[in-house]
């Protein structure tokens, strides 16, 4: 019965041992993390379905809220993943303010906060695309005027201001630039949800997803991840 059970255990053992060497070893496939506020979180099943089997696409855990909490939490939204690419924004949250609505959100202070982000996340190796932040709305923002009892009404000029500020960060760390800013600014009429609301409509996070999911196609084609695997 010993001897008997021995050649079993090791028949096995054989058995397994080829059945392993037979196997496809499964490609790596590259890591995509999304960080973002609730626009991002409109936009985030969309992309990760595109990508489905050819990477795989996390989103920052909750809501990367404005730049500051950014500064906060940025270890934590990267944790110990090896990251190829990174596809991030702060803005609208820096320009109304909500909750942070009292701390320093001014355009150059701003800027300072997003220079620590982008020299942090360069750290990764990761392949780096700035999401241009999406227009603010025409009429005092409603959340500010319910919640905290303020009339905040942001013009364009105002927002360029900050457009402006981001841009010079990416520019100066030669970070890719993805223009969600222009490319849903001429739907707004038929994706917004509300004059006096900064969201979008289904349709309209499904209109950003594409530009989202363009902006990474472009940037896996590269020999950035290719190179990452040699």
């Keep these: 019965m010993t001897r008997l059970l021995v050649l079993k255990m090791l028949l096995f053992a054989i058995g397994g041992t080829l059945l392993r060497a037979d196997e496809t070893p499964a490609a790596k496939l590259p890591n995509i993390l999304l960080i973002g506020d609730s626009i991002s979180a409109g936009y985030q099943r969309q992309v990760k379905a595109a990508f489905a089997g050819r990477a795989v696409v996390v989103k920052n855990e909750g809501n990367a809220e404005w730049s500051g909490t950014g500064v906060k939490k940025i270890d934590s939204y990267l944790g110990d993943t090896t990251w190829d690419i990174i596809h991030f924004n702060w803005g ?22 997003l220079d620590l982000l982008v020299i942090r996340m360069k750290k990764t190796g990761a392949k780096l695309i ?9 009429e005092p923002e409603q959340t500010m005027r319910k919640r905290f009892h303020q009339t905040v009404q942001i013009t364009p000029e105002q927002q360029q201001k900050y457009a402006d500020a981001a841009l010079a960060v990416m520019k100066k760390h030669g970070v890719i630039i993805n223009d969600l800013h222009a490319h849903i600014l001429p739907t707004i009429p038929q994706h917004g949800v509300a004059p006096d609301d900064v969201h979008f409509n289904a349709a309209g996070s499904d209109h950003l997803a594409k530009k989202v999911i363009s902006a990474l196609e472009e940037a896996l084609k590269s020999n950035a991840f290719q190179d990452s695997e040699s």
């Design 92 to 113: 609208l949250w820096d320009i109304y303010g909500w909750e942070y609505h009292a701390e320093d959100r001014s355009p150059e202070a701003y800027a300072k906060r």
């Design 130 to 138: 700035w999401a241009t932040t999406t227009p603010v709305c025409k």
